[in-house]
């Protein structure tokens, strides 16, 4: 897992909850969003703090937040494999690694099939474009075919994929491709999320929160990036990434300072309550803005 130095989490205390919203009814719907997540038990003296691991993840670590919106199924919306063969420079591959890793973690939800087994020979033929040795993805994805009913080892195959080309790279003096590779993921993720969960009309409050608490992981991101100035693409989606931030400075997500406990060896953060303002306005932006981001990304 690619990581951050701690003191960057120490500078940015407020990061992601695993707290459980309802559906806000229509009838009452604000154009700004004021809410407090709780979570607890029927005997106030036990309180059950949520537990989030936060930090740089790999792609398929990135597509936990599906399974935590419930996610519809829409494979058109997913960047098609056949774009795989146009991915000719290192930072299209490494970008688009990291889409087709996010891709996969949502395909393999709903099922194992044919779409599935593209996007894993299609992130082998992108690892091969960046002069990946051939085995760290192969030998998974040998392990994989062997055990392809089980959700669970395709999960941990990948991820296990993932790390070794991380490693890789580092090894190689190569870390901005992994950061490239990482950017293109959270893009991806975050564009998936915007699209397929988020109803301006009818909003999900956690899916709400879930949009709003990437502020840190970008700015997570951005920390990690900025070690890698060096290299010319990292500086100019730095740039645009700066300008995504611009929406997510415009609210804030607060925390209970006595409540809150930050586990920097675990990277996870606990607590009981989190509260946050955001409006609609700003929610339209980063939907907006993501899109047009992860367009220009894929596109040939």
């Known amino acids: 897992m690619l990581k951050v130095p701690h003191v960057i989490f120490l500078m940015t205390l407020l990061l992601t909850l695993g707290c459980k919203g309802q559906l806000q009814n229509p009838n009452n719907f604000e154009p700004t969003y004021s809410y407090e997540f709780s979570s607890g038990t029927t005997d106030d003296t036990l309180l059950i703090k949520n537990e989030t691991h936060y930090g740089i993840l790999t792609p398929l670590e990135i597509t936990e937040i599906f399974n935590r919106l419930s996610i519809p199924y829409d494979a058109k919306t997913t960047n098609p494999t056949s774009n795989e063969k146009f991915y000719l420079s290192n930072a299209q591959a490494a970008i688009n690694m990291g889409v087709y890793g996010v891709d996969f973690g949502y395909l393999h939800m709903f099922g194992f099939g044919q779409d599935v087994v593209n996007y894993m020979f299609a992130i082998k033929d992108l690892s091969g474009k960046l002069g990946i040795p051939d085995e760290l993805i192969l030998n998974p994805i040998n392990s994989i075919e062997n055990s392809i009913t089980d959700a669970d080892s395709v999960t941990k195959m990948m991820n296990v994929a993932y790390k070794n080309i991380e490693s890789h790279l580092k090894r ?100 009981s309550v989190e509260k946050m303002d955001i409006t609609t306005e700003t929610l339209d932006g980063i939907c907006n803005y993501i899109a047009l981001l992860r367009t220009e990304i894929v596109s040939l």
Request: proline residues 2%.
């Open 172 to 271: 190689s003096d190569r870390a901005s491709t992994a950061g490239l590779i990482v950017m293109g993921g959270w893009i991806e993720a975050m564009f998936l999320s915007t699209k397929l969960a988020y109803d301006p009309n009818n909003p999900d409050v956690e899916v709400v929160q879930r949009i709003a608490e990437q502020k840190y992981t970008l700015n997570s991101l951005l920390s990690f990036l900025k070690n890698y100035y060096n290299d010319t693409v990292v500086v100019f989606y730095t740039k645009k990434l700066k300008f995504l931030k611009n929406y997510f400075d415009q609210f804030d997500i607060y925390f209970d300072e006595n409540d809150l406990e930050i586990d920097t060896d675990k990277q996870v953060l606990r607590s």
